[in-house]
């Protein structure tokens, strides 16, 4: 099996809501026993104890991976008793937001393998994309371990510098919601044409996802892509009038969006 190790000494997840169940359920599709898995968190979901995963039991000394899925304004509460695991054999692997290294650090010791992870939420179908970066104590086989873990939930690029995290954030930790928006605001706009709202909303959200899987697979670019849907004179060039303008259009927008998110996680980063 790919996770024999983990199966062997435990998977700790510190925090399991939305981002850390998404994770969770990848990981056992993926064969990780569910009685290697324990999970601490003030308010576990009913599954988890109903798969057999133990839930808010004493843990195992020295797990082989540790995932941190706690708000970062959580962290200071949920770190401190895992300093013990921090003696280098256990893996940590954290995904929150603004949370660095160097705090991470800061708590577990310097000995221990520490991974910043930023998934998004389409990992909860398989279809997310983690970027990740370890410390100085994070070696070859960590890294790969824990890409191995991620992979299980999607695509893995990464990072050449921490710093670069703040971006990601930014892009595609966040960017599923701004997805969602533009969904909603299409299904408004198809309702404001005469559509009723049940049928804009089934053709937004499969324009979207089409349009998605489309700019996934092609070898076109995503311009080509765009040029390809737009005849001279014709609507969608009406359309990409609008939307493509410099100066209020949809350019200048998502620089003030992502730059927004990204700002926020340098933000959560300073404290
Ligand atoms: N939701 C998203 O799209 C993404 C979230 N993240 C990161 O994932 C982390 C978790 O976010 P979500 O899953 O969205 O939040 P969430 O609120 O759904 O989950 C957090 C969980 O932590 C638990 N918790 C609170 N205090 C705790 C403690 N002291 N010990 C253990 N568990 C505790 C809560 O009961 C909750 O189940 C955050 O740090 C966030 O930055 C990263 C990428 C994407
Ligand atoms: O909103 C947040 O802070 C988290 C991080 C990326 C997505 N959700």
């Known amino acids: 099996m790919e996770f024999e190790d983990v199966a062997r000494r435990g998977l700790v997840l510190i925090g399991c809501g939305k981002m850390g169940s998404a994770m969770l359920r990848g990981w056992i599709d993926g064969g990780v026993p569910p009685e290697a898995v324990w999970v601490r968190d003030p308010s576990p979901a009913p599954w988890l104890s109903e798969a057999g995963i133990r839930v808010n039991a004493p843990l195992p000394e020295t797990p082989a991976v540790v995932l941190i899925a706690v708000k970062p304004q959580m962290m200071t509460e949920a770190l401190p008793d895992l300093a013990a695991m921090g003696g280098g054999a256990t893996l940590f692997i ?7 290294l160097a705090t991470f650090e800061r708590h577990l010791g310097s000995k221990a393998p520490i991974i910043r992870a930023m998934p998004n939420t389409p990992a909860a ?23 191995k873990l991620l992979r299980a939930i999607g695509e893995v690029v990464r990072l050449e510098a921490e710093e670069q995290m703040d971006a990601v954030t930014g892009l595609s930790g966040s960017g599923p919601a701004y997805v969602f928006h533009m969904i909603e605001c299409m299904t408004a706009a198809g309702v404001a044409q005469g559509l009723s709202e049940e049928l804009a909303l089934e053709l937004a959200k499969i324009t979207v996802a089409g349009a998605g ?16 849907v737009t005849s001279p004179n014709g609507t969608t060039q009406a359309g990409l009038k609008q939307l493509m303008n410099k100066e209020n259009g949809l350019p200048p927008l998502m620089i003030r969006t992502i730059g927004a ?3 926020r996680s340098r933000e959560l980063s300073r404290g």
């Not at 899987?213 to 390809?228: F, H, Q, V």
Request: net charge negative.
């Open 261 to 263: 998110a990204a700002e």
């Open 213 to 228: 899987a489309l700019a996934r697979s092609a070898e076109e670019s995503p311009a080509i892509l765009r040029e390809n």
């Open 94 to 100: 954290s995904v929150a937001a603004g949370t660095s």
């Open 125 to 147: 179908i398989g279809q997310g994309i983690t970027a990740m970066i370890g410390n100085d104590r994070a070696g070859e086989g960590h890294l790969d371990l824990a890409e």
